[in-house]
Each structure stands twice: as structure tokens, then as C-alpha cells.
């Protein structure tokens, strides 16, 4: 019979080392192009599914935030102006912190549930439930 050493020894060279960034949920960037007036973000169902959010509901945000019009295509969102990456990744950065990274222990691993009209934040890790003030 191993003792007890052996055998954590043993658990430990079959565990996975996870590399990478300490932060788990890493948004990718936008990615895209400007075709006449329009932007293109050819990436946003990635973006959408890395948050685990409705795609309608990322749209609906960032054509509010940057007051512009557009339409969910397939995988992608078509904004009806021309636009910087940088403008569109800063935005999709406070779409994070408002709707899905939880402000007490700061994992991305969250639901939006309504409770009397009032949409929360309910943390699957911690458990917080905190309100989003952010209405659209």
C-alpha cells in the first residue's frame, strides 16, 4: 500500500498545469473592417459567446453607447458608421464590468436574472447578487 506522500505525488504529475493569464474570461479583440460607412466586426459571435451573452443583447448595447445604428449578421455586427477598434474594445470592456464580471469577487462566471422589474447580477461563484444599474 503507497503512503500518503506517493499518492499525492502521484495526483500531482497527472494534474494539467494551467498556463496562460491570470484572468480566466480574456474578451478578444475586435476584429473587422470599414467599408464605405459601415463597420464591420466580423469576430462578434466570439466576442458574445468568450461574455456568454446574447449577441442581441451586446448589440443593443454597443449601438446605444455609441449611438449608431446596425444589425446582427450571422456572426458578425454591421454598424451603420465608420469606427476605430480601439472605440468599440473600450466599450465592449464596460459592456464586462456592468453586465457579466462580478464586483465582489471579480470572476466573469455570471447570470442576469429579473427579480420585480430589477435585472441583477447573480454570481455562480461567490453567490453576490448585486443590481445592474445599466438599463437598455
Do not use: L
Given at each position: 500500500m503507497e503512503s500518503y506522500e506517493q499518492l499525492l505525488d502521484k495526483a500531482y504529475s497527472q494534474v494539467k498545469v494551467v498556463e496562460g493569464s491570470s484572468e480566466r474570461c480574456e474578451i478578444p479583440k475586435v476584429e473587422g473592417n470599414v467599408t464605405?460607412?459601415?463597420t464591420f466586426i466580423t469576430?462578434?459571435?466570439q466576442i458574445a459567446d468568450c461574455l456568454r451573452r446574447d449577441p442581441q443583447h451586446l448589440?443593443?448595447?454597443l449601438q446605444k453607447e455609441l449611438a449608431?445604428?446596425?444589425r446582427v449578421?450571422?456572426?458578425r455586427l454591421i454598424l451603420?458608421?465608420?469606427l476605430n477598434s480601439s472605440k468599440v474594445n473600450e466599450k465592449i470592456e464596460k459592456y464586462s464590468h456592468e453586465f457579466v464580471i462580478c464586483p465582489v469577487?471579480?470572476?466573469p462566471d455570471t447570470e442576469v436574472i429579473s427579480e420585480k422589474g430589477i435585472k441583477y447580477k447573480h454570481c455562480l461563484a461567490c453567490g453576490a447578487k448585486s443590481p445592474i444599474k445599466y438599463h437598455l
Open positions: 464605405g460607412n459601415n469576430n462578434f459571435a448589440a443593443k448595447f449608431v445604428s446596425g449578421d450571422g456572426g451603420k458608421t465608420k469577487c471579480g470572476k
